[in-house]
T-cell receptor, first 115, second 112 residues
Framework: AQSVSQHNHHVILSEAASLELGCNYS??????LFWYVQYPGQHLQLLLK??????LVKGIKGFEAEFIKSKFSFNLRKPSVQWSDTAEYFC?????????????FGTGTRLTIIP | DGGITQSPKYLFRKEGQNVTLSCEQN?????MYWYRQDPGQGLRLIYY???????QKGDIAEGYSVSREKKESFPLTVTSAQKNPTAFYLC???????????FGPGTRLLVL
C-alpha cells in the first residue's frame, strides 16, 4: 500500500533558526508532490508543489522543497523561520503509475516557533 | 469571491442520528473530495467524485454516504453506522485528478 512518512511529529524552533521537515514516500514511478500548511484556525492551503522539471521548487513565504527521486524524498526547508510559521505541515503524494486515484497524506508535522 | 464553503462550522450528532455536511465550490472544478482529519493521523480519504453523478469510495468509506447531483455540490452524510464520527471533516476540489486540491474551512463534528 502507498504510504507517506513524516518522521518529525512535533518540531520546536526559535525564531531565525533554519528548518527542514522530512517527507518520504514508499513507492517509485512518476509522482506529483505537495506540501500543505494548516495555520491555527485557518484552511489547509498549498505551500508548494512539484509535478516535473527543476527538482528544487519554491513556494510561498520563503519555503522551498527538494525532490530527490533516488531517496523517495521531498523535504521542506526554510532558511530562517518566523513566529508566524507556527502551523501544521502536511506532505502529500500522488503516484501517477499506481492506478489509485487518491492523494496520500503524511500524518503531519506540528511546528512551534518560539519568539 | 471564489472558493470552497463548508457548513456548518460545528455540528453535533446524537446517537443513532444521520447528519449531513455541506460542501459547495464555485471554482468550476470537476473533482471533489471528502477527508477526515484526526489528531496524529493526517488526512484520510472518505469519498471522491470526478464527475457529476459518479463517486468512488476512499479508504474509510464505511458509515458514510455521498451524492453528486450538481457539479458545485458534494454533500457528505455521516450515518448512524459510523461508530466513531467525532472528527474534523475537510472538503476539497480540483480541476481534475492528479491536480492540486484546494480545501474548504472544514466542519467539526461532535457527538452528544
Amino acid at each position: 500500500a502507498q504510504s507517506v512518512s513524516q518522521h518529525n511529529h512535533h518540531v520546536i524552533l526559535s525564531e531565525a533558526a533554519s528548518l527542514e521537515l522530512g517527507c518520504n514516500y514508499s513507492y517509485g514511478g512518476t509522482v506529483n508532490l505537495f506540501w500543505y500548511v494548516q495555520y491555527p484556525g485557518q484552511h489547509l492551503q498549498l505551500l508548494l508543489k512539484y509535478f516535473s522539471g527543476d527538482p528544487l521548487v519554491k513556494g510561498i513565504k520563503g519555503f522551498e522543497a527538494e525532490f530527490i527521486k533516488s531517496k523517495f524524498s521531498f523535504n521542506l526547508r526554510k532558511p530562517s523561520v518566523q513566529w508566524s510559521d507556527t502551523a501544521e505541515y502536511f506532505c502529500a503524494v500522488y503516484n501517477l503509475n499506481f492506478g489509485n486515484e487518491k492523494l496520500t497524506f503524511g500524518t503531519g508535522t506540528r511546528l512551534t516557533i518560539i519568539p | 469571491d471564489g472558493g470552497i464553503t463548508q457548513s456548518p462550522k460545528y455540528l453535533f450528532r446524537k446517537e443513532g442520528q444521520n447528519v449531513t455536511l455541506s460542501c459547495e465550490q464555485n471554482l468550476n472544478h470537476d473533482a471533489m473530495y471528502w477527508y477526515r482529519q484526526d489528531p496524529g493521523q493526517g488526512l484520510r480519504l472518505i469519498y471522491y467524485s470526478q464527475i457529476v453523478n459518479d463517486f468512488q469510495k476512499g479508504d474509510i468509506a464505511e458509515g458514510y454516504s455521498v451524492s453528486r447531483e450538481k457539479k458545485e455540490s458534494f454533500p457528505l452524510t455521516v450515518t448512524s453506522a459510523q461508530k466513531n464520527p467525532t472528527a474534523f471533516y475537510l472538503c476539497a476540489s480540483s480541476m481534475g485528478r492528479r491536480e492540486t486540491q484546494y480545501f474548504g474551512p472544514g466542519t467539526r463534528l461532535l457527538v452528544l
